[in-house]
């Protein structure tokens, strides 16, 4: 049973608009968690993270909310760019946690 | 170059051998994984290891073999290899301390195909 979900396999976006990739959690003892991005034929990269401690983490155009009593996070880009089409990653984990736990992806067109 | 890099890049094996995928890192981070990924899945873990000569297992670990005699080199094997274990493997690394801990770097991948 998938942990880590991110129930919106893609998504399709107009230029200039926002973004919204959406991520739910079942493990309660997940308190970090990450954004990774990754194109076609590339390792993924480290996007934004955020910790339990905080509901809100901001970089530029992306921002993540969590909403810790949902067990729900979500990455916002604003605004989008053809450049932000890609493959997002949604991950957890744990302090007591040795290993980051990965969603199955949403795949983001953003169309120019 | 420095980063952290994946050979060979494309594979194609048959059923029953044996495959060696490579994961050589140049920062000296303590901790390497090795995921795969495939539809629907994500990325799932292999096998990780936090030091030189300690490994553990990951989310998959049937079929896969490791070992880290060296901090910047962890090889993944195949012992024989099956069609279920066609995938996209990507090595990734990462440094001691918790926050960075997390944040793992991940090589280019390797696409292997077993016919």
């Known amino acids: 049973d998938q942990q880590v979900k991110q129930n919106s396999p893609s998504l399709s976006v107009q230029e200039g608009r926002i973004s919204i990739l959406n991520c739910d959690y079942t493990n309660s003892m997940f308190d970090y968690f990450l954004w990774y991005k990754k194109y076609p034929a590339e390792g993924p990269t480290f996007l934004i993270s955020i910790s339990s401690i905080k509901d809100k983490n901001e970089d530029g155009r992306f921002t993540v909310f969590l909403n810790k009593s949902a067990k729900h996070l979500s990455l916002h880009i604003v605004p989008s760019q053809p450049g932000d089409s890609a493959v997002y990653f949604c991950?957890?984990?744990?302090?007591?946690?040795?290993?980051?736990?990965f969603g199955p992806g949403t795949s983001l067109s953003v169309i120019p | 170059d420095a980063g952290i890099t994946q050979s060979p890049r494309y594979k194609i094996t048959e059923t029953g051998r044996q495959v060696t995928l490579m994961c050589h890192q140049t920062w000296s981070h303590s901790y390497m994984f090795w995921y795969r990924q495939d539809l629907g899945h994500g990325l799932r873990l292999i096998y990780y290891?936090?030091?030189?000569?300690?490994?553990d297992k990951g989310e998959v670990p049937d079929g896969y073999v490791v070992s880290r005699s060296k901090t910047e080199n962890f090889p993944l094997t195949l012992e024989s290899a099956t069609r279920s274990q066609t995938s996209v493997y990507f090595c990734?690394?990462?440094?001691?301390?918790?926050?960075?801990?997390?944040?793992?770097?991940f090589g280019p991948g390797t696409r292997l195909t077993v016919l």
């Open positions: 290891s936090a030091a030189a000569d300690i490994t």
């Open positions: 991950a957890a984990s744990g302090t007591s946690y040795d290993k980051v736990i």
């Open positions: 990734a690394s990462s440094e001691t301390g918790e926050r960075y801990y997390n944040e793992q770097f």
